[in-house]
């Protein structure tokens, strides 16, 4: 998949187009998140993170749940999101065996 410049994703917001794969990419790479640090880390507003967001949703390729976290007394409302359905790669290395 090709990652877009940062000036190409400047000119996707401007006209309020972003790649929705783009959005599913990041999950996949980081795991659950919330959706106000999905915008930070991207650089997408947080408005259309949510509206897009809510697609993959009503797709189904995303599960999201409202929550609330408590972060050094500050209350922080938003929705929890990860892919549907994912599970990552396990970790490289010996495992611990199964007791018999």
């Given at each position: ?83 549907a359905g994912y599970v990552p790669h396990g970790s490289p290395g010996r495992k611990p065996k199964v007791p018999t």
């Open positions: 998949m090709r990652v877009p410049r940062r000036r190409e994703r400047l000119y996707w917001q401007e006209n309020g187009v972003i790649d929705l794969q783009d959005i599913l990419q990041y999950l996949k790479d980081h795991g659950e998140r919330l959706d106000a640090e999905i915008a930070a880390e991207t650089g997408i507003p947080l408005e259309n993170v949510c509206l897009r967001l809510s697609e993959l949703s009503a797709q189904g390729d995303v599960i999201m749940c409202r929550t609330t976290r408590f972060i050094d007394g500050d209350r922080i409302e938003g929705m929890l999101c990860r892919v």
